[in-house]
């Protein structure tokens, strides 16, 4: 794993110390990288959503139904 230094505000350094004494993460770095993961995760949502409505735009009118595309969605993500 690459080691990196970072630097965070007071209340974000209390949060993170927070978390860590609470137990739901054993370290500041599992934390970060968990945060990192959910961000990139909500990216690729972001991503896939903005693709699909830039293609609608170009595409025209479907026919789907509204289940159709709620279906197609859930099973992308």
Do not use: C
Not at 15 to 31: A, C, F, P
Not at 52 to 73: N, P, V
């Amino acid at each position: 794993m690459a080691r990196q230094s970072i630097s965070f505000t007071k209340p974000n350094d209390d949060w993170l110390k927070e978390q860590v004494e609470s137990q739901e993460y054993t370290s500041k770095s599992e934390l970060i990288n968990d945060l990192v993961r959910q961000a990139r995760k909500q990216q690729a949502e972001i991503d896939w959503i903005r693709t699909k409505l830039e293609e609608a735009e170009h595409s025209g009118f479907t026919t789907d139904s509204k289940q159709d595309i709620l279906a197609q969605a859930k099973s992308s993500l």
